[in-house]
């Protein structure tokens, strides 16, 4: 299984939309609804902040939001605040007990 | 809430095991859940070791199979990874985690601080 593909970079000005996409193959991002996304600030350990392709853990502020098409998954950060600058990772389940995770994005706010 | 600390040596030499223990603690791994451990070299993305739930089942990276041990103490609360024939490339912050559910198609909730292990002679 190989990595998810995601863009190196992405950025956008405070208040503005942000969209970071994640392809993967019919394996993986195109064959399950299990597609996440984690929000990693530097140093520290990622955080979770979507799970089953749309779904928001408790806590994660409605401004982020997911959603999947054939094989290429995406986050939606509208809204922009300083504080989304980070680095995101997309991650897939990808059959046989086997998880694969996006390259990551750096997402700066300018 | 769910607290998990990393601990292990943070140098390792070429050729040698690394070994790691994940102490859990406001939460008992006997309760269930699913239990991994991701790693990520410095300046690099995040890659998936591995995972064991509190029966004992494993399941690990293709890559990384032939060299990867992950075991479970419930009577410490504890579960650990050991890496065996490290080279340079092994070199990376290792994060214990915690899935969202107990499967392993969870994603992971809860995460250790990571620590960092160094391979060099």
């Known amino acids: 299984q190989s990595a998810l593909t995601q863009p190196p970079s992405a950025s956008g000005s405070p208040g503005q939309s942000v969209t970071i996409s994640c392809t993967g193959t019919s394996s993986d991002v195109g064959g399950y609804n299990y597609v996440s996304w984690y929000q990693q600030h530097p140093g520290k350990a990622p955080k979770l902040l979507i799970y089953?392709?749309?779904k928001r853990p408790s806590g994660v502020p409605d401004r982020f939001s997911g959603s999947k098409s054939g094989n290429t998954a995406s986050l939606a950060v509208s809204g922009l605040q300083a504080e989304d600058e980070a680095d995101y990772y997309c991650?897939?389940?990808?059959?046989?007990?086997?998880?694969?995770f996006g390259g990551g994005t750096k997402l700066t706010v300018l | 809430q769910v607290q998990l600390q990393e601990s292990g040596p943070g140098l390792v030499k070429p050729s040698e095991t690394l070994s790691l223990t994940c102490t859990v603690s406001a939460y008992s791994i006997s309760s269930g859940y699913y239990w991994g451990w991701i790693r990520q070299p410095p300046g690099k993305g995040l890659e998936w070791i591995g995972g064991i739930f509190h029966s004992g089942s494993t399941y690990y990276n293709p890559s990384l199979k032939s060299r990867v041990t992950i075991s479970v103490d419930t009577s410490q609360n504890q579960f650990s990874l050991k890496l065996s024939s490290v080279t340079a490339a092994d070199t990376a912050v290792y994060y214990c985690?915690?899935?969202?559910?107990?499967?392993?198609?969870?994603?992971?909730?809860?995460w250790g601080q990571g620590t960092l292990v160094t391979v060099s002679s």
């Open positions: 985690a915690r899935g969202y559910c107990g499967s392993t198609s969870c994603p992971f909730e809860y």
């Open positions: 089953e392709v749309s």
């Open positions: 991650s897939s389940y990808a059959g046989s007990n086997i998880v694969i």
